[in-house]
């Protein structure tokens, strides 16, 4: 055990989306910093790994050269429940690629800009140390200090820092199928939408000619089918003909679905303490539906390393993120009670009418930022 604590300038905790694209800002402009990530390298992670234009944008500016990664241009989104199926163009460039490719790229990016990135080190817990310094205290018993922490675990609270838990119990999963020829030129260039009791789901093409599926359900509908994902995936398919269609011959490409529980949708951190800014998932959740989460990690860990570059105070800074965000999440959280409603009540066919105007203002509301948008040829050819 190592007891003289580590000492740096900004310690980051998590080298996700927030994590790394914090550090790769701070490194930037000068500042020491040390990342903490503990998978040892990138691995699959439950997403569906939809980027927004707002991403596209954050990523574009740190660096990440999404065309020559082989990101899949998405230009239309399509909602498909029971046996209808309606379908919008999306007013904002879109793409989608793996959050392995992803996390890896940032991560080298994040080592290109000077962070002493440590991998494969898992941090147990967080609390303060003598002189206004913050504590972490890894799996190995090292400890880091440092009196500024940007908390960037993303799903995984760090005892201490717990968000509220999610009263809805969402389970999630993600598989990776290759489609037939047929079903992979229908589904070229779409992410599709698909809604069945108790939760939705989305499939969509990614790099290297697979598809994602990601779909998420309350736990008590996913346990009347025996908490078995086989059986899940055969009831999405019996409530969606669409998805039947698109998988009908498709082959699954991992032994088993990643999964994930406890999804505390509609958060937003209140409050924090001196030197501590939350970004990424530990500072909002947005319903995955919107495939807005990583714009927002982005976005939170460029407001939050311009917000310590300036001095302004975490409590400050965690503050007005709040009241940014607070309205787009909101709508989000409308929209996915509306689309389950919608569903429950059996006015659907009415909801997939109306659905592509619907769809075309939600998307442009449930953006972090209005922006001006580049072409996403600039960034995925
Ligand atoms: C079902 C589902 C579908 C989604 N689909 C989309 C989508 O299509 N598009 C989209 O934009 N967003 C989507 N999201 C949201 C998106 O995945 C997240 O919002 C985004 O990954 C948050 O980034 P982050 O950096 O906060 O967390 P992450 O990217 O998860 O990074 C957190 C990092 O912290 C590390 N870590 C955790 N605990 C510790 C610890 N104790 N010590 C050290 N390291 C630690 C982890 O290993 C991880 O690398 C989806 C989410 C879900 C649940």
């Avoid at 550090?23 to 980027?51: Q, Y």
């Avoid at 993600?174 to 939760?199: C, D, I």
Wanted: with cysteine; charged share 20%.
């Amino acid at each position: 055990m190592n007891q003289t604590p580590l000492k740096d300038e900004v310690l980051i905790l998590g080298g996700g989306v927030a994590g790394c694209a914090a550090s790769i800002a701070l490194a930037r402009k000068g500042r020491s910093v040390t990342l903490i990530e503990r998978e040892p390298t990138p691995r699959h992670k439950v997403c569906g790994e939809f980027l927004s234009g707002e991403a596209l944008e954050d990523l574009h500016a740190l660096g990440i050269d999404l065309a020559s990664l082989g990101a899949a241009p998405i230009d239309y989104v399509r909602l498909a429940a029971a046996r209808r199926a309606a379908e919008a163009p999306l007013p904002f460039p879109a793409a989608s690629l793996t959050r392995k490719a992803l996390d890896t790229a940032l991560i080298g990016e994040a080592v290109a800009a000077g962070v002493r990135v440590e991998r494969g080190r898992s941090v147990q817990a967080l609390g303060r140390a003598t002189g206004n310094l913050w504590q972490a205290m890894l799996d190995d018993g090292t400890t880091y200090e440092a009196p500024t922490v940007f908390l960037a675990t993303g799903k995984h609270d760090l005892r201490g820092h717990a968000r509220p838990k999610d009263p809805q119990r969402w389970v999630a999963f993600k598989m990776y199928f290759r489609l037939t020829p047929a079903q992979a030129a229908e589904l070229a260039r779409a992410s599709e939408l698909m809604l069945y009791p108790g939760g939705y789901g989305g499939i969509q093409p990614v790099e290297g000619g697979i598809a994602n599926l990601c779909c998420v359900v309350q736990q008590r509908y996913f346990a009347r089918v025996g908490n078995r994902w086989e059986n899940f995936l055969a009831k999405m398919q019996q409530d969606c003909p669409h998805l039947a269609m698109r998988l009908a011959g498709a082959e699954p490409l991992l032994a088993k679905p990643i999964s994930v529980t406890h999804i505390p949708y509609g958060y937003i951190r209140r409050a924090t303490e001196k030197g501590l800014y939350c970004i990424g998932d530990q500072a909002a959740v947005i319903p995955s539906f919107t495939g807005d989460g990583i714009s927002i990690a982005l976005h939170t860990a460029r407001c939050a390393a311009a917000a310590y570059l300036a001095a302004e105070p975490a409590p400050l800074f965690q503050a007005k993120l709040r009241s940014g965000l607070l309205a787009q999440m909101r709508l989000a959280e409308f929209a996915a009670d509306g689309l389950n409603n919608a569903l429950a009540r059996a006015v659907l066919p009415f909801a997939l009418r109306v659905w592509p105007g619907v769809m075309r203002v939600t998307a442009k509301l449930t953006r972090v930022a209005q922006s001006a948008a580049i072409p996403l040829h600039a960034v995925v050819s």
